[in-house]
């Protein structure tokens, strides 16, 4: 085990689509660690689904509950996190990310996320748009910058969830 890496959470990053939860969940099985996934722990605390709290309470209010969200789950035992897509855009969430996760850039071309986001509806920030792939260029040419800063980047395209979650696993072993 690397030394660097014991006691630190594996983190998820990426946009909406790259599939981050289900890796997650991958990753938890073939680990054993806990799986922590953020929009799943505000949505559970919040007690109403993301596209919901966007719509009652804005997405600054969400911004602020996901951020406490991860305060608290970096915590508790370290584990398999899965972070929001935007969750990693924000300097105090990438700053503790970085301090106390392995973090993993998981990049997709948004072609691919555009095709598996096809018939998504719980995606807020798509929810009202006619063109979401121009929707999604937007957002990932705004985030990319910052996804960089993760300590490994992984591409997705073209591997096997079995594929990328051993690659992962034994990268942070
Ligand atoms: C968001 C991505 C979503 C969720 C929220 C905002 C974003 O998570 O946190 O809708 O800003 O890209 P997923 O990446 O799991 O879809």
Not at 85 to 90: D, K
Not at 163 to 170: A, D, K, N, T, V
Request: glycine share 10%.
């Amino acid at each position: 085990n690397r030394a660097g890496s014991v006691g630190r959470h594996l983190v998820l990053v990426g946009m909406m689509g790259c599939g981050k939860s289900l890796l997650g969940r991958w990753l938890g099985r073939r680990s054993g660690l806990p799986i922590y996934d953020l929009d799943r722990i505000v949505s559970q605390r919040e007690h109403r689904s993301i596209s919901a709290l966007f719509e009652e309470k804005g997405e600054l209010y969400f911004r602020q509950k996901e951020a406490e969200a991860l305060r608290w789950v970096l915590s508790a035992p370290a584990g398999i996190l899965s972070t929001g897509g935007g969750t990693f855009a924000f300097a105090g969430n990438r700053r503790l990310l970085l301090e106390h996760g392995v973090v993993f850039y998981l990049e997709a071309p948004v072609d691919l996320l555009e095709a598996r986001l096809r018939k998504s509806r719980g995606r807020p920030l798509l929810a009202s748009s006619s063109d979401r792939r121009q929707t999604l260029q937007e957002l990932l040419g705004r985030r990319e910058p910052f996804y960089r800063l993760a300590h490994v980047t992984i591409s997705i395209a073209e591997r096997s969830r079995e594929e990328l979650g051993e690659r992962i696993w034994q990268t942070f072993c």
